[in-house]
């Protein structure tokens, strides 16, 4: 856990939150700042601030445990968001997963999607050079 970090503090309890779920390697909590009723948040205990920070193994519960909430809440549409970076939204530099219920137009996320025409050839270079490194 890194010291000045908000979510390793309300990890520790030294910052009071809205706990919904715990476990040894997952806890989530209730967003302070949310976008629409039920927004809630699911981190790793692992501090890291991105994705490729977290080890696979501390990555496991995140999505199960999104989605229990999202059953929970009783939201029919949601989005599941994780960012990592500032150009890519991240605010809090430790990695997190929002549920974000959408029970309207005007609540919950809004997003452009701002899609482009692939390049086939650019696409096949891509896929090569990626499955070479995975």
Known sequence: MAANCIFCK???GEIPSMKVFESDKT???????PLSYGHALVIPKHHGAKLTDIPDDSLTELLPVAAKI??????????????NGRIAHQ????VHIHMIPKPN?????????PQQQGNKENLQKLQEELKAKM
Do not use: C, M, P, T
Request: net charge negative.
């Open 91 to 94: 605010v809090v530099d430790h």
């Open 105 to 113: 137009e005007q609540e919950g996320l809004g997003i452009s999607w």
């Open 70 to 83: 999202a059953r929970a809440s009783g939201a029919e549409n949601y989005n599941i968001l994780q960012n």
């Open 27 to 33: 806890f989530a909590f209730l967003d302070i700042n």
């Open 10 to 12: 309300i990890i520790k």
